[in-house]
């Protein structure tokens, strides 16, 4: 069963002003066992993430006011993830949230992690201690990701959720079958009031007859705004998703701002954010369809917040095929997509031109760097 547990975290973000977050769309090698040379691929992969966390970490312009830096689903070889905390620790600038999609290991080497970050993470190791008690489930394995918050005072704190279900595509009938995690944080900033949390791909769109995902979340966002007035700001879905544009989805994201039976204060003005991998991750797949694109990491707001459709160079804005949203919708390649995100009920609406605006975008070099785009119209929108 899926379980909300809340988080407060010390974020002074600037009132009155928008935030800044970066989607690195960057391609996924995806694992196999028995894969030949997985040194050489875990080395490649920890490569592409470094490059995009030193990018960061320099600071160069308006980097400097990154609050949210995002990696898909399962990009992060889990043996180099002291590599990227010492990173963030030393570099990046206070009051910036890392959510890291890591690759799949066991369950009790995953469980070795959560004990290790215990006093942010209580709530999930009480659940996979009484997971293990119902069977011998130390040898699953764990699709999960680490949201890694710099706090004002630079301290670095690390918080834990398992995937609840993963996709078909992950799983087998001999051994390789998945771990369901079943605690999900949602974080509070203070002194701000900025909240917001992050789901693993599939997490975002699956149901039962009796019970949903984003039901849950939609509910718990609802009993905040009636009980102090806030919202859920932001949510962020890290994907390796050959079909980021299903139907399945779409109905999910219909569902979520369409208010079709009720009205849903929680979450109307919620920045949803999807971080997919980019086209080249089919690379590492033996079949492939025509139709598995990956890539088209997109942005979603309410039809409220009104941006005129239309396609630039690296995006279009549209409303995906007739939903209740606008969305800001970026290409298969491979990218790093630099943007605001607005904090709506800061805002005068009669003042505020534009919602959402494309500041940066960073396209990958000969050198395994990464070079700006000149995106001076996008910017405008």
Not at 20 to 33: E, W, Y
Not at 102 to 121: A, P, S, W
Not at 182 to 209: E, L, V
Not at 323 to 344: E, G, I, Q
């Amino acid at each position: 069963m899926f379980q909300i547990v809340d988080k407060t975290v010390t974020l002074n973000y600037p009132l009155g002003h928008h935030l800044h977050c970066m989607v690195s769309q960057i391609p996924n090698h995806i694992r196999f066992d028995n894969e030949p040379f997985p040194e050489q691929v875990t080395k490649q992969k920890w490569s592409l993430v470094e490059s995009v966390l030193k990018l960061v970490a320099t600071g160069d312009g308006n980097l400097k006011k990154l609050h949210f830096l995002l990696f898909p689903e399962s990009t992060l070889p889990c043996c180099h993830l002291d590599d990227a905390l010492t990173i963030i620790a030393e570099k990046f600038q206070p009051n910036t949230v890392t959510m890291l999609g890591m690759e799949h290991m066991e369950l009790h080497q995953f469980k070795g992690i959560v004990e290790r970050y215990h006093e942010d993470n209580a709530e999930l190791l009480n659940s996979i201690n009484t997971d293990q008690d119902s069977g011998e489930i130390d040898l699953l394995r764990v699709n999960w990701a680490a949201i890694v918050v710099k706090e004002a005072d630079a301290k670095l704190r690390v918080f834990i959720q398992a995937k609840s279900h993963p996709f078909v595509g992950e799983e087998s009938l001999d051994h390789n079958d998945l771990y369901h995690g079943k605690i999900f944080p949602f974080f509070h900033s203070q002194p701000t009031g900025f909240n917001f949390m992050a789901m693993i791909c599939f997490d975002y769109i699956y149901r039962t007859i009796y019970h949903s995902n984003i039901t849950t979340v939609i509910q718990h966002a609802n009993e905040l705004f009636f009980s102090s007035r806030q919202h859920l700001d932001f949510l962020a879905i890290l994907e390796c998703n050959p079909k980021p544009e299903h139907d399945t989805f779409r109905d999910v994201i219909n569902g979520f701002y369409g208010e079709h039976l009720a009205a849903a204060p929680g979450v109307r003005e919620t920045i949803t954010t999807f971080c997919n991998s980019a086209y080249d991750t089919r690379k590492s797949l033996p079949h492939c369809g025509d139709h598995d694109t990956f890539g088209h990491s997109s942005v979603f707001i309410h039809k409220n917040h009104k941006m005129t459709n239309g396609q630039l160079g690296e995006f279009s804005v549209d409303d995906f095929t007739g939903l209740p949203v606008c969305r800001l919708r970026f290409k298969t390649d491979s990218r790093l997509y630099y943007f605001n995100l607005p904090v709506f009920h800061e805002f005068d609406p009669r003042t505020t031109r534009m919602p959402l605006k494309v500041h940066t975008i960073f396209k990958p070099t000969t050198q395994h760097g990464w070079q700006s785009i000149n995106c001076a119209a996008s910017s405008r929108l």
